[in-house]
């Protein structure tokens, strides 16, 4: 029930920090920002103290510990997946052209007698 109530005065500080920014409309831009970045940094302040958000900040570090695991592909190895990919999109659309005119001139011509 606590976490729950921990969220709802998170929600509340970045509704806020928003309703803060329009409210400050004849202000400066730099006020205005700073309301809703406040509110923001509020809200996950109070978020980060509940068990969702310790949750949250493990899955967080342990998430960035798995993108240093990765082996990224080299330059040379997106280039040459990437024209793959172009040259298949290519020939599908010429397949798919060419169905298209085939279709057409059966059904318009031979089935239906339409003439262009």
Same mark, same amino acid.
């Given at each position: 029930?606590? @976490?729950?109530?921990? =969220?709802?005065? !998170? *929600? %509340?500080?970045?509704i806020?920090?928003?309703?803060?920014?329009?409210?400050?409309?004849?202000?400066?831009? &730099? *006020?205005?920002?700073?309301?809703?970045?406040?509110?923001?940094? !509020? /809200?996950?302040?109070?978020?980060? =103290? #509940?068990?969702? /958000?310790?949750?949250?900040?493990? =899955?967080?570090?342990?998430?960035? *510990?798995?993108?240093?695991?990765?082996?990224?592909?080299t330059?040379?190895?997106? &280039?040459? #997946?990437? %024209?793959?990919? =172009? !040259?298949?999109?290519?020939?599908? !659309? &010429?397949?798919?052209? +060419?169905? @298209?005119?085939?279709?057409?001139?059966?059904?318009? @011509? *031979? +089935?239906?007698?339409?003439?262009?």
């Amino acid at each position: 029930m606590a @976490d729950k109530l921990k =969220f709802v005065v !998170a *929600l %509340g500080f970045l509704i806020a920090g928003v309703i803060g920014f329009y409210m400050l409309s004849e202000q400066p831009m &730099i *006020l205005r920002v700073l309301s809703v970045l406040f509110g923001f940094g !509020a /809200g996950v302040a109070v978020a980060w =103290f #509940t068990a969702p /958000g310790r949750t949250f900040l493990v =899955f967080s570090k342990e998430s960035w *510990l798995e993108t240093k695991k990765v082996v990224w592909p080299t330059r040379k190895e997106t &280039i040459q #997946t990437t %024209g793959i990919v =172009f !040259a298949f999109v290519l020939v599908m !659309a &010429i397949v798919l052209w +060419v169905t @298209d005119k085939s279709l057409e001139w059966v059904v318009y @011509d *031979l +089935v239906l007698g339409w003439k262009k």
